[in-house]
């Protein structure tokens, strides 16, 4: 009777990869499919004229029409306004909240709180919206009802062209701000209790002890957070597009509404697609940036 023959090492490590590769196909085919084809489908067609009957190659010609006029620019000033108030109204508030949620020794009423913050999250941000919208009209909106009842004058918030990103800036922190509090919490649960026992035992105050333990160690996570609310910020859209359409005065008229409007107003694709390779190329840049000047290993 004839022996099986074994298997060679060989055989057995090519196996397993065939099984590891079938195994990682469907996430594989997934980013290929959603992420990297719209890309490199964007980048093709940043190169034509387009229209819904044909496509014309014009080499730089689309780059040149969004890059050499005002409202592209104009745009992105805006967005970086949002961005820079929206930021620091989220990531510093979610930090300090994190850390006293933290500090809270009974485990269920700081699970309680912490769904509390984490619910206006889940909120659909159309709808946070449009609640948003009727809370902050200036003529019967609960807001300025509160601010006369305290002597103040009521504001125009959403219809007024300086104070119209500074209300959006606020709206999005109040979505966003579980979501950090979230991440900032899981963080603060893993940092090791010795280093703040040997810093009171040796008279740091509490402020010494945020100041040189808390904060290097939360490093990473600080650098986390804020790119991942860089890039939400940066493509905010829903709020805009719900409550002022661009409005007063273009004077919200966010990168991701001007590329709204490009393609699916306008019907120009190559520009929009020029519009997108910009804001891709940019987010990038800057989150690379961040992670790698910003980010350092604190040991003890």
């Keep these: 009777m004839n022996a099986i023959p074994k298997r060679s090492l060989w055989d057995k490590f090519k196996c397993k990869e065939v099984v ?7 996430a594989f085919l997934y980013f290929v499919f959603v992420y990297y084809y719209p890309i490199l489908q964007s980048l093709y067609i940043s190169f034509h004229d387009w229209s819904p009957f044909a496509m014309r190659f014009v080499g730089l010609q689309m780059y040149r029409k969004v890059l050499f006029r005002s409202v592209f620019w104009h745009s992105m ?8 108030l929206s930021i620091p109204l989220t990531v510093i508030p979610a930090l300090f909240i994190a850390i006293l949620l933290n500090s809270i020794i009974r485990i269920k009423l700081r699970n309680i709180l912490t769904v509390f913050y984490f619910l206006p999250f889940v909120v659909s941000l159309v709808a946070a919206a449009l609640i948003w919208e009727w809370l902050l009209n200036p003529h019967y909106g609960f807001v300025n009802y509160l601010l006369e009842r305290v002597g103040i004058p009521g504001q125009l918030w959403l ?8 209300s959006l800036a606020g709206i999005n922190a109040w979505s966003r701000l579980g979501f950090d509090v979230i991440l900032f919490l899981a963080a603060l649960q893993t940092l090791p209790m010795e280093l703040y026992e040997a810093a009171e035992i040796d008279g740091a105050s509490k402020f010494q002890r945020f100041s040189h ?8 996570q600080i650098i986390l957070v804020v790119i991942i609310e860089l890039i939400f910020d940066f493509k905010i859209f829903d709020q ?7 409005g007063p005065a273009n004077q919200s008229r966010v990168i991701i509404l001007h590329l709204y409007d490009v393609a699916f107003k306008w019907f120009k694709m190559g520009q929009a697609c020029v519009i997108g390779l910009m804001v891709f190329l940019l987010l990038l840049s800057l989150s690379f ?10 040991t003890y």
């Design 159 to 166: 219809r007024s062209p300086t104070q119209v990103i500074p």
């Design 20 to 26: 590891g590769f079938l195994f990682i196909l469907p």
């Design 213 to 220: 333990i808390t904060l290097p160690l939360l490093n990473p």
């Design 77 to 84: 000033y805006i967005t970086t306004y949002f961005v820079i």
């Design 289 to 298: 940036f961040q992670w790698r000047f910003f980010r350092r290993t604190v």
């Design 240 to 246: 805009v597009y719900v409550t002022t359409q661009g």
